[in-house]
Each structure stands twice: as C-alpha cells, then as structure tokens.
C-alpha cells in the first residue's frame, strides 16, 4: 500500500547546494536575489519549481511578507527564503571540513529589509573585489563570542586575516549609541578598520562629527549606499584594506 506521508525527495543538484550555502552565508535572501544569483538565464516558473521543490523536501523555508519595495532597481518583496535546520545538516554531510551552525538564524521582522539591502551592498562588493571574503557579523559572532560590538558584515583577503568591519546605516542612530559603538570600536582588537555604508548624508555627517571627537577620523571610512549598488565602492574597500593591518585570523571558510 502506497504510503502518501512520504516525505518529497529530491536529488541536491550543485546549484541547489551552492543556494543552502547562499542561504546559510547570508541568512535570508529574496525571490529577486535567488534569481539573480543563482538562476542566470532561468525562466520564473522554472525557478518558482526549483524554490518550491527545496522548500517541499525541507532544505529551505519561505516567509510570506506584507508587501514592500526595496533595492536600486525598486523590487516589489513578498517573501524571503532562508535555510532550514535539514539544510544546514546538508551542508555540514557535503562541506565537511567548514563549520557551521547548527541553527539558522532567526528571522527579525524589523530588520528584514535592512538584511535585503545587506545582501545587495555584499553581492555588489563581492562583484568589484571578488579576492575579498564576506562574513556575517551574526556568524562570525556565533564563533567570536568574546566581541564586544557585532558589525553587519565583515571583510576579509585570501589569506584568512580579519581586515574591515561593514555597517550599513539606513537610519540614524542616537548619539548615545554613536557613541557606544565608536567605543568599542576603538577597543576592538579584531577591526582596524571600520567602513560605514549610509544611506543619506545626514547619517554620515552625524557620525563624523562624533569622530573628530574621538580623534578616530583615520580609522573610519565612509561609503554611500547609491555608490555602493551602483559599482562605486571599491576605492575606498582598497583604502580601508591597505591601511588595516588586522592579525587576527578568521575561523570560517568562504
């Protein structure tokens, strides 16, 4: 008698595991971002079937959204994907010699589309200076409990060395905790350099007045987030990683 609680199988494609990584590495990513990046050239239905057939055998799951726009080129988000615990147990079976997490991190609705907008700012990065790794800071923190302060994203060279911590600010922050945040900066061993991402002038101009306080100029670059998406940020990620000098070392594999 045929047994209909089966669970739906699927045999792992190399694109379905680079999407569980692309999953795991940046926690969450929209329908628009999945596309883009993993499905060049793929009609919709053959990617909604793909999606829909991860998230039917339990490698990924889906998270419906209230409608909102978001990105350079003004995408309408629904939902977003993110991995799943079988996922990440995949990735560990394929990936042995990496490290993972065994739980994926927790959806905040409040952030999501600042964790959208991450995704874009570190594909298009990633797009200018590809001998560059990106890391989480929600990971890297699993693995850095020790840290003080906990950057959006980290960057890190070819060798393995810690080089610059990113903030993507969309909205301005009291001073209060501008103030905090420059602290522990200024503290933290593992960043000799931090680049903070805005998304107005008035965000970056608040924050450099709080510098030139802490006599910290030097140590902080900034970037806009329209230069950023558009393809304009690798001048100043070149400035930031030739004058760090981190030499902490980076437990995590791209």
Do not use: W
């Amino acid at each position: 008698m045929q047994n209909l609680n089966k669970q739906p199988s699927v045999i792992l494609t190399e694109r379905d595991l680079f999407i569980l990584k692309g999953l795991y590495d940046f926690t969450l990513m929209s329908f628009p971002q999945l596309a883009k990046v993993f499905f060049v050239g793929n009609a919709k239905p053959t990617i909604i079937n793909r999606l829909s057939k991860l998230e039917q055998c339990g490698f990924i799951t889906k998270t419906k959204l209230p409608r909102f726009i978001t990105g350079m080129d003004k995408k309408v988000i629904s939902v977003v994907y993110q991995i799943s615990r079988l996922g990440i147990r995949e990735l560990q079976k394929r990936f042995s010699n990496v490290e993972f997490h065994p739980e994926p991190v927790r959806l905040q609705p409040f952030s999501i589309e600042h964790d959208l907008l991450l995704v874009d700012v570190l594909l298009s990065l990633k797009t200018q200076k590809p001998d560059m790794g990106f890391v989480l800071g929600e990971h890297f923190c699993r693995f850095k409990s020790h840290l003080s302060v906990k950057p959006d994203a980290i960057l890190i060279d070819m060798s393995g060395k810690l080089v610059v911590a990113l903030e993507l600010e969309l909205t301005a922050k009291s001073e209060k905790r501008y103030r905090e945040l420059i602290l522990k900066y200024r503290l933290a061993k593992d960043f000799e350099s931090v680049v903070y991402i805005t998304s107005s002038d008035a965000i970056r101009n608040k924050i450099q007045s709080l510098l030139g306080g802490f006599g910290m100029t030097s140590k902080f670059k900034f970037m806009s987030l329209g230069e950023v998406l558009l393809g304009n940020g690798l001048q100043i990620i070149n400035q930031s990683t030739l004058s760090a000098g981190a030499e902490s070392e980076v437990k995590y594999a791209q």
